[in-house]
């Protein structure tokens, strides 16, 4: 049943047509749409206007007595030129533009959506994939929108106006094109529907390729430390040698339907010759009459074989925009409900995880907590330890609502997190996270990324209360200077520093530190806790522990282990009580201890 169902949604996937999505974009910009209508129409006419010059001249220019005639067509002749060259200048602008301007709202339309999707979609896929649909997949639909779209259409009008003026000038020979027709078009539409196919696969192939190489480059230092940079480049090898070989069998179907195409479409040209060579012979027709019909019949089969071309492109815009339309039907797991409760304002400050179970969609068969139950008062300082794995990130990601519980219930300020909109539950937090992120961008606006629109002097206050001011104005460019992907160009330290400041910034009611000077010196970290302290003063605040010294002073700390509540209390009494944490005290204190005596000696 499940393999019927799989099999049942493919089909419908691909009975889709995908571009077809587009057209709301499209729909947007109806004058440059007009504008590029009126100028393929407009060259396709002029074009279609050069076989009646052509059989005039042929039954009655060619005379002595008729110069100034043949003057007077080549003369006509320049003008056709001009308003061909005119219409197809404004076709090329206005069909250019309109596929830049429609790929520039997919883009931002994507992106959009990527950043209100929940991190559980991130947690099953690759930044780098979802890079390569963001880039390759949109300029693939650009070049279909714009160029390729404009000389399907241009072929269109080209193919319909000739077949019209075939019939026209001579309903016998065209009975013959017309009759090849079904015999052309109905094996394009099935090698369209095999490079489709083929595309889709070549651009998943190449997704993957560019995954794997966004991973690798953003972790260049570790790769080169471990001396495995032919390692990589044999894995990118291999997959870029795969995407080439989708690429190709893409590549084989599209030149054999060409090939099909332009062989049907010339060989229907050379029998319309040659039966109108026998009507000429008997007189039934003029040659400047065969020599029009031959004229529209090229047309006509130069614009069905360009369409043989065409569609192979269309086909494989397709598949990107498959792709791209996967991410917009994406719904985010985490919503605001229909009728969302307003956290109170101001902000109170209480936290309440009442008898909260949850696991990770990536591993439903792994509990990651398993009936936690705590309050935390307003005003109140929080720390929660415990071995690695215990649940503790976890309490964080559920706080923020990056994730529901399966069962139980996240209050703050005593409302459900699922009844309140995620963006009003997030804007009452400041994080400071394990893993700090720095963006590629000045010092200025990594601090100012707290709170947009902060001024200088705020972002300066914060940058101070933070420690941070000293060390960024011995930078070359201070509060301007450029930090690199990542925060490359400063130290773990530093970076710890200018998050710490960001979070200071955001003057949340509620903070939330995960180890947040985990990656400081001695001297460094004794400093940024006093900051720490001041800032706590009068905020509610949970703080995420592996070096039990940064939690002595905590009001409580709570001790987790397996996902559960396992012990709480003071410092003082948890170690009295000797069970988990003064195993954890015990062991962190005596290695801190022992290493100092080792420096000493």
Known sequence: MADMAIEEAERKRRSLKPLRRIFPYMSRYRGMIG???????????TTLMLPLAVRRMIDNGFSETNGAFINNYFGMLVLLAALLA????????????????????????????????????????????????????????????????????RNLILAFGAIVMMIVTSPKLSGLVIAAIPVIIVPLVAFGRSVRRRSRAAQDTLAHATAYASEAIVSVRTLQAFTNEGLATERFAQSVDDAFLAARYSIKARAILTAFAIFMIFSSVVAVLWFGSRDVLSGAMSPGTLGQFLLYSV???????????????????????????????EVPAIT????????????????????????????????????????????ETVAIVGPSGAGKSTVFSLLLRYYDPVSGQVQMDGIDLR??????????????????????????????????????????????????????????????????ERGVTLSGGQRQRIAIARAILRDAPI????E?????????EMLVQKALDHLMQGRTTLVIAHRLATVLRADRILVMEDGRIVEEGTHQTLVKKNGIYASLAKLQFEAGAHAFKRAAE
């Open 35 to 45: 504008g590029a209508m009126v100028s393929l129409i407009l060259a396709a006419g």
């Open 86 to 153: 005119i219409a197809s200048a404004g076709r090329y602008y206005f069909v250019i533009t309109l596929g830049e301007r429609i790929v520039s709202d997919l883009r931002r339309d994507v992106f959009s959506h990527l950043t209100r999707l929940s991190p559980a979609f991130f947690d099953g896929t690759q930044s780098g994939e979802i890079v390569s649909r963001l880039t390759a997949d949109t300029t693939q639909i650009k070049s279909a929108v714009g160029a390729t779209a404009s000389v399907a259409l």
């Open 299 to 329: 047309f006509a089969a130069g614009a069905l074989g360009a369409l043989s071309e065409v569609w192979g492109e269309l086909s494989q815009a397709s598949g990107a925009a498959e792709r791209l339309m996967e991410i917009l039907a």
């Open 336 to 379: 605001a409900p229909a009728n969302p409760i307003a956290l109170p304002q101001p902000a109170i400050g209480s936290v309440r995880f009442d008898d909260v179970r949850f696991n990770y969609p990536t591993r439903p068969d792994a509990p990651a907590l398993k009936g936690l139950d705590f309050t935390v008062r307003p005003g």
């Open 419 to 484: 009844q309140a909109d995620p963006s009003d539950v997030r804007s009452l937090t400041a994080i400071v996270p394990q893993d700090t992120t720095i963006f590629a961008a000045s010092v200025r606006d990594n601090i100012g990324f707290g709170r947009p629109g902060a001024s200088d002097a705020q972002i300066e206050a914060a940058a101070k209360a933070a420690l941070a001011h000293d060390f960024i104005m011995a930078l070359d460019h201070g509060y301007s200077t450029q930090v690199g």
């Open 511 to 514: 903070l939330l530190l995960d």
């Open 516 to 524: 947040a000077t985990s990656a400081l010196d001695a001297e460094s």
